[in-house]
């Protein structure tokens, strides 16, 4: 995105069924982002399968059916843009495409929209509480609240201010700060204040969805932060010799800097002085965060690294971890995680199996508080704090020092089972 908007990268998220799909397809259709044309097919479609009313919801699931079919998307369903900002949709129908996209490298949500209901028999549910511990550890860093399904309770403020309590208690419990943040009442089947004020709440004196999305900070990027470049493919391009390609995480790299990549093929680090840095086929002086380029670098043979490398300045080179501390969620374990599971993490571009050496405590999901020291094992829901060993040398950072490196998911045949960050470490 070299012109236009600032991009924010937007997950939603949410209890099951209370309305996260047809918010974001209403929020698309109202905001012009989908045809009539389109929708009335959707429409069609919803009605002709007896669920009239899901036409909204159906944006969001067709992509998904798209998916399982592995057709291509047209990809403007999942974009759109309002006057500040361009933002990508990341949809979180269930806990573990939330993850997988939440932890896919580039779709690092920057901000979060929590669909909570209102209606009597809803409000804050288990699924709510763990979305919002969820968000806090892997980093997402703004929210806003909608508090969807208005018209279920008749609209009444009464009903609105209690959910909102109910919330506010949770955002605190894992530290975020509720007064940061907005709640918007909504009805998304309606379209009340979606992009439009209501007029069925003349009680709320806010901004509509829309509006409020433009409240949002835009991310900064961290080019303050000592550089670090995973590496996620190496070329060996004719006439021009070896090209590592990678996404710039944090810091700024520029031709002429001396740098470093680690572990490298001897465990030890490589060293060079970066010659190129070419970007969208065009070279240029320097990258910076979010920036995918392909580079150069005097001194490093085809041999010497490879996908899961990080390269750093010489100043600075990438924490090697023999052992790590993390803190994280198990969401999708068939059984129990215990002392010696050794699963694939994958953390930035590395793909490297740990091993479980000490469970130290396990935290409850909606306050991160320790409900018991030592367990004896860990299972779905359970977040925990963990010692983990790597059977080789990995490079992750402290999440106080650099987040964006301290974030991993765990795999296993196939799902994600667990996500976190990395708190502590013992350095190589």
Known sequence: MAKGNPHINLVFIGHVDHGKS?????????????SEQ?????????????????EFAFVMDNLKEERERGVTIDLAHKKFETTKYYFTIIDAPGHKDFIKNMITGASQADAGVLVVSANPSDGVQAQTKEHIFLSKTLGVNQLIIAINKMDMAKYAQKRFDEVKMQVETLLKSVGYKPEEISFVPIASLLGDNITKKSENMPWYTGKTLLDALDTLKEPEKPTTLPLRLPIQDV???TGIGVVPVGRVETGVMKVGDKVVVVPGREGKGIQGECKTIEMHHEQMQQAEPG??????????????IARGDVLGHTD?????????TAQMVVLNHPTVITVGYTPVFH????????QVIAIEKKLDPATGETKEENPDFIKNGDAAIVRLKPVQPMVIEKQKDIPQMSRFAIRDSGATVAAGMCIDLVKK
Do not use: W
């Open 22 to 34: 047809t918010t974001v397809g209403r929020l698309l259709f109202d905001s012009g982002s989908i």
């Open 38 to 54: 389109a929708m009335r097919k959707l429409k069609d479609k919803a009605e002709e399968l007896g669920k009239g009313g899901f």
């Open 235 to 237: 070329y060996n391009i």
């Open 291 to 304: 920036d995918n380029i392909g580079f150069s670098v005097r001194g490093i043979g085809k041999k010497d």
């Open 316 to 324: 600075n080179v990438p924490t090697i971890a023999t052992e790590f």
């Open 347 to 354: 953390i930035h571009t590395a793909q490297v199996a740990c």
